[in-house]
């Protein structure tokens, strides 16, 4: 038996594990990444609320407080670096009632403590002269000027390609189902050898930590339903609206995204299946009627989608991050704040491993990444000059979102390929517009067909068991 041998494997290239594979890539060691999934960005990750939270609402003392502050930090220069959607909008913490406005008081109290700048209690009034569709009923905003809010999908490509740019590899498809104990080290799926294992896969970031270690934990599923409106609606507010956090979280906030559109979210609902991300209505009513309460004026007949994301919720109600086991580092209960929070936790952890490991940074270390071309952001004599060395930059593709064919073959062939129908559209958005693919589909499939050389029905929405289409009309199979 061959094996592949690292120095660190990485399980779960959510937004936390890509952090961590690109802070281990500073290092003279061989890293990977193992990812059960065609494609990173594919739990967790893909769908929350895409807030790079101030960090006021952490408990002082927390891994949550001080890395969400780091990482918020952390987060404005790694989007320039790494050419991800970032913008610093702000936030706006709303309170309905004077009774409640020690809750505001309380929030201020601790984000000072945390580090956060820029804090302050503004009134009603002066409030929605920043923010005309305010409700009426807020009478007291915590304003947090340097929240932010950016698009996931990118953040979390953007971490993981420019650590495969500086050495690390990326293996996806591959489902850990088995880790073995050797004296210096550990085996995987009698696949791989590592002298440490990172474990960041996220909703199952339990189960890997129970094939290691002895002392047993559990993660729960924590369910959020959310509304995507159309671009047309991306100016109705300007800053991310939430109300009063809950023990439930950060209860619904209604915000702007980095792509123009307006989002609404989420509901929180605890469940017992891994893969439960289906919307209901009951959570879907529920988010609308709270998102009311918050911001007058918004047109519901204007939702484009709805979707729903699982975080993974620990028994405690911090971060789990430590060295469960010799040379096994967990990295799960990334709840929010963990997308704000995820480039400090890939300093945090990369700081325990290299410890352990003794490793001396690299002096050659690549710390931008240029990323795919997009046409929608240039002007016509940069879209002209493109047409002309590639002819397919000028077949617009999606319609909606002026998505090329060229761009799309880039996704396809990039760092870490796109070879599915949701990972071409995280990385161009190309399906992510008003009518969510119903044009386009059909022709980025068979691009992904005749790019992938594989047959038009083998083209999957994104794992193994999405089939898009199942056979052709007239043909004697049934359909």
Not at 63 to 70: F, I
Not at 139 to 151: D, F, K, T
Not at 166 to 171: D, L, P, Q, R
Not at 178 to 193: A, C, L, V
Request: include cysteine; aromatic fraction near 6%; hydrophobic fraction near 35%.
């Amino acid at each position: 038996m061959i094996l592949m041998k690292y120095d660190v494997i990485v399980i779960g290239g959510g937004v936390t594990g890509c952090a961590i594979l690109r802070e281990l890539s500073k290092y003279d060691l061989s890293v990977a990444l193992l990812e059960k999934e065609e494609d990173v960005c594919s739990g967790t990750s893909k769908a929350n609320s895409a807030i790079i939270h101030a960090g006021y609402d952490a408990e002082n003392g927390t891994l949550k407080a001080k890395l969400n502050v780091r990482g918020s930090e952390l987060t404005k220069q790694l989007a320039k670096d790494l050419n991800f959607g970032y913008r610093n909008n702000g936030s706006f913490v709303v309170c309905f009632d004077e009774g409640d406005r020690p809750g505001l008081e309380k929030l201020y109290e601790r984000g000072v403590k945390n580090g956060v700048k820029g804090l302050e209690i503004i009134e009603g009034d002066k409030a929605r002269e920043m923010e005309p569709n305010l409700s009426k009923n807020v009478v007291a905003v915590l304003y947090a000027p340097s929240a932010a809010i950016v698009c996931p999908f990118e953040m979390t490509i953007a971490l993981g390609e420019n650590a495969v740019e500086n050495g690390a590899k990326v293996f996806l498809n591959t489902k850990v189902t088995d880790i073995k104990r050797k004296d210096d080290g550990f085996i995987i799926n009698d696949e791989f050898e590592c002298k440490a294992i990172v474990n960041a896969a996220g909703m199952y970031g339990d189960v890997i930590h129970n094939l290691v270690c002895d002392e047993k934990i559990e993660l729960t599923p924590r369910k959020g339903d959310y509304c995507l409106f159309d671009r047309e609606c991306g100016d109705l507010v300007k800053h991310t609206i939430f109300q009063l956090p809950s023990k439930f979280g950060k209860g619904v906030l209604v915000a702007p995204t980095a792509h123009g559109n307006m989002l609404i979210g989420p509901s929180a609902t605890d469940i017992s299946d891994k893969e439960g991300n289906n919307t209901t209505i009951e959570d879907l009513d529920m988010i609308i009627d709270k998102a009311k309460l918050s911001v007058d004026n918004i047109p519901f007949n204007k939702v484009i989608t709805s979707f729903c994301g699982l975080r993974a919720r620990p028994k405690g109600d911090d971060f789990v991050i430590n060295e469960a086991a010799d040379g096994f580092f967990d990295a799960i209960g990334i709840e929010s704040p963990g997308l704000s929070s995820a480039p400090a936790i890939g300093e945090y952890v990369g700081d325990m491993v290299t410890a352990r490991l003794g490793a001396k940074k690299k002096e050659n270390f690549k710390e931008t990444r240029d990323g795919l071309k997009k046409l929608n952001k240039m002007n016509y004599e940069e879209r002209g000059k493109l047409i002309k060395e590639n002819p397919l930059y000028g077949n617009i593709i999606c319609r909606c979102e002026e998505i090329s064919e060229g761009e799309i073959v880039d996704a396809i062939h990039s760092v870490i390929p796109a070879t599915s129908l949701d990972a071409v559209k995280r990385r161009v958005r190309a399906g992510m517009g008003r009518c969510q693919g119903g044009f386009c589909s059909p022709k980025v499939m068979a691009i992904l067909a005749r790019e992938l050389n594989i047959p038009f029905e083998d083209v999957r929405k994104n794992n193994a068991e999405s089939p898009m289409v199942y056979g052709k009309l007239g043909q004697d199979d049934e359909i």
